[in-house]
C-alpha cells in the first residue's frame, strides 16, 4: 500500500502529479495516495504541485469534542502553512515537485539536505490522515475482520484501547499515535514530529494527532481528556475497516 486514504462515507485526500492537477480538480475526481484510494475534490490552487484537501466533514462537525476554532485553526492555519510551504520549497525543485506526496516523503525521508521539506510533506500527509481518522458521531468499535484482527492480536479489545491510549498519551511533547499493519500483525506505534510509518514500510488504519495546537484550545493541558473523548466520540472506525480491507485484498 502506497498512499493516503479515503474517508469512509465522505472522502479523502491528498497531493497529486502537477500535471495532473487541472485534470482532476475540473473533474472533481478521485485523487489516490494510496493505490487504489479515492480522495476528495481540493482547494483551487492548481498552479501548486501540491494542493490542500478539503475537509470530509463540516469544521463544525466534531464537536463538542473538537471545536470549530480548533478546525479552523488546525485545518485553517496550520495545515495550509504545510502545503505552502511545501510549494515553496519546491519551487526550484521541479524533480521533487512531479513526485506523488509519498514518493516525496519517502525520498527525502533520510536526506538531511532535505529535512524542510520532508516535514511539511509529511506533514500534509499526516494531517489529511488524521482528518480522515475522525467522524461525527465516531468512536465505538470497528467491525468484522478488523475488530477481529484488534482482539487476535492485542488480547481483546480493551487491551488495545488502553494501549493506544498510552501511546498517545506518553508521546513526549509533539507527535502521533497510530494503529498500523506491520506486515499480518497489528501493532501501536507513536512517532515524533512530522514522522510517519509510511516511512518504514507499515500501512496505517488509523492515527490522532497529539501536537499540543491539535487539542489545546478545547483542553489545555488536559491532553488524557482530549485523548478520551477522540477514542469514545471521533474515531472513524469505518475508515480504518476500509484501510484494512485494502491491504487484505
Known sequence: M????????????????????????MAIGAVS?????????????????????ALPWPENGLEPAISAKTIGF???KHHRAYVDNLNKLLADAPALADLSLE???????????????????????N???????????????????LLQKIEADFGGWDAFA????????????????????????????????????ITQGKVPLLTIDVWEHAYYLDYQNRRPDYIKAWVETLANWNFADEQYAKIKT
Open 33 to 53: 495516495l494510496v493505490a487504489g484510494i479515492g480522495a476528495p475534490p481540493f482547494v483551487a490552487r492548481a498552479a501548486a504541485p501540491y494542493q490542500l484537501p
Open 162 to 197: 488502553a494501549e493506544f491510549a498510552k501511546a498517545a498519551q506518553t508521546q513526549f511533547a509533539s507527535g502521533w499515535a497510530w494503529l498500523i499493519a506491520d506486515g499480518a500483525k497489528l501493532r501501536v506505534v507513536k512517532t515524533a514530529n512530522a514522522d510517519t510509518p
Open 127 to 145: 494531517h489529511t490522515f488524521y482528518w480522515n481518522s475522525m467522524r461525527p458521531k465516531g468512536g465505538g468499535k470497528p467491525s468484522g475482520a
Open 2 to 25: 502506497t498512499s493516503l486514504p479515503e474517508a469512509s462515507q465522505t472522502h479523502s485526500s491528498t497531493g497529486i502529479h502537477r500535471r495532473d492537477v487541472l485534470k482532476r480538480v
Open 103 to 125: 514518493e516525496l516523503i519517502r525520498t527525502t525521508a533520510a536526506n538531511p539536505d532535505q529535512i524542510g521539506v520532508f516535514n511539511n510533506a509529511a506533514q500534509a500527509w
Open 74 to 76: 488546525h485545518y485553517g
